[in-house]
């Protein structure tokens, strides 16, 4: 089966452009969850989907957002781009909102460069 | 608030010894898990294992084993005879048992497994 899958892999943006990253879940994952990690620290949360339903939100700005749709992918929108916005963007999908022993499977990530 | 403590920057390790990679934590919450990801060169994060709060025994997966102790508020990783593939960044995260599950990582340990 396939896993977690991203894309684009690689992205380069300038500063105040708008970007869009998208990802596609296990089959028969219904929940999706974006991290944002930066060049030397842990991933940090940013937004958990379920049943294309915000359950979660991470300590972000409002520049941030994302959706999922009915098949379970997500797009995580990015608008307003800053320096600070480099990093490595991980999507994960999990079975559902249930049993913690459910862990999250990630994806290889969409490593978003600003100049 | 939950958060995540890793130590360790960076272990070297000869092929075929044992390595404990330090976690500990802190948690308001009665209920939660804890988990440790292995994250390669090539970005993706990897689920290794899983301690939930209430588990009476000590998580085990293959090599891997997760050393819990909750009165320290501690669950370290131990990796027997490691190898060379095991050379990675290693990340010990903190999340609900249920709901959005919104992980809190740790800085991370660069593990290196010398030949």
């Known amino acids: 089966d396939a896993g977690v899958t991203q894309s684009p892999t690689h992205l380069i943006k300038t500063r105040g452009q708008h970007v869009t990253l998208r990802c596609s879940p296990i089959s028969g994952h219904k929940s999706v969850s974006w991290y944002q990690q930066v060049l030397g620290q842990g991933p940090q949360f940013i937004f958990q989907y379920y049943e294309k339903e915000e359950r979660g939100r991470g300590n972000f700005p409002d520049r941030f957002s994302a959706r999922q749709f009915p098949n379970y992918s997500s797009e995580l929108n990015v608008n307003a781009l800053l320096l600070g916005d480099s990093a490595l963007y991980l999507c994960a999908s999990r079975l559902g909102t249930g049993r913690s022993n459910q862990p999250q499977h990630f994806g290889d990530g969409t490593r978003l460069s600003i100049l | 608030a939950q958060k995540i403590t890793q130590t360790q920057p960076g272990m070297f390790v000869q092929e075929k010894e044992a390595v404990t990679l330090d976690c500990t934590y802190d948690t308001s919450d009665p209920s939660y898990g804890l988990f440790w990801y292995k994250q390669p060169s090539s970005g993706e994060m990897i689920f290794l294992i899983y301690q939930g709060s209430y588990d009476q025994q000590n998580a085990t997966e293959g090599r891997y084993s997760l050393n819990f102790q909750k009165a320290r508020k501690s669950a370290n990783l131990v990796i027997s005879a490691s190898q060379l593939g095991d050379s990675a960044m290693y990340f010990c995260?903190?999340?609900?048992?249920?709901?959005?599950?919104?992980?809190?990582f740790g800085q991370g340990t660069r593990l290196t497994i010398n030949p």
């Open positions: 995260a903190i999340g609900e048992i249920q709901g959005a599950q919104k992980l809190v």
